[in-house]
């Protein structure tokens, strides 16, 4: 995809979302940023006059999310490249999160993407064609203590983005699946729901907490530039990871659920399903 393009952008106050604003920007291209605060935007769209729309959103809100996008492709008379970037952390242990919380969090983590997914397919398939690209997790193939309900969002979103690029490809609609690597975002602070603890859980919190460990992570920016590189493929991959070490983490882990079924391949084959 070559020339200026329009973007729609979930999550765009902070982070990965404003590092991708700020990329697409900087190489002439037009953004509908979307946050529920747009206040952090402000200073950007007074430096790039007439090229960022900042949007208030709460991509939770489905009906809210109809009316934005609306907005967005009218805008600048197209979308070209939607980025559902929005997202949360819910910190804790499975049995601790309560019924509000879960359901909060797959609210945005989920269904909110769902609604945008659904939101803009109408305009890409009109133009004939777009980019939809869906951001999960390095880790959504398979699940982690304290972060379980993080991974189960991230892993459901990447399995209907799998069957949504096959119904919209015929339409001229790429999906791709980026699998983000840990980066500075804030997502462990500003954008973390916490879990009361339980006292049975307390050394396996401790052991978590030590693992995460101190380790400062890349800056959002080096990762906006390979998602600005994903945008301009004209064939882009269906699934991306997107930093070094989490390309080798993603598969070291896709080798370990091999070694695992190989394992147990005799109790599994004794059924004939």
Known sequence: MTGARVW????????????????????????????RDVGPLEELAEEYPGHLVPLSLDVADRERVFDAVEHA?????????????????LYGMVEEATEEQIRAHMDVNFFG?????????????????????????????????????????????????EALAMEVEGFGVKVTIVQMGGYNTGLFTAGTTNTEPMAPYRPLR??????????????????ARVVMELAALPNPPRRLIVGSQSFDHVLEMDRAQADLYRAWEPLSRMAPG
């Open 8 to 35: 729609f952008i979930t999550g765009t106050s902070r982070g990965l979302g404003r590092a991708f604003t700020v990329a697409a920007l900087a190489g002439g291209d037009r953004v509908v940023a979307a946050a």
């Open 73 to 89: 492709a009218a805008a600048f008379g197209r979308l070209d490249v939607v980025v559902n970037n929005a997202g949360a952390m």
């Open 113 to 161: 993407a769902v609604w945008v997914a659904q939101a803009v397919l109408p305009h890409l398939r009109a133009q004939g064609g777009g980019r939809l690209l869906q951001v999960t997790s390095m880790g959504s193939g398979g699940g982690m203590a304290t972060v379980g309900y993080y991974g189960a969002g991230k892993a459901a979103l990447d399995s209907v983005s």
């Open 206 to 223: 401790t052991e978590m907490e030590a693992m995460w460990g101190d380790a400062v992570a890349p800056e959002p920016d080096t990762a």
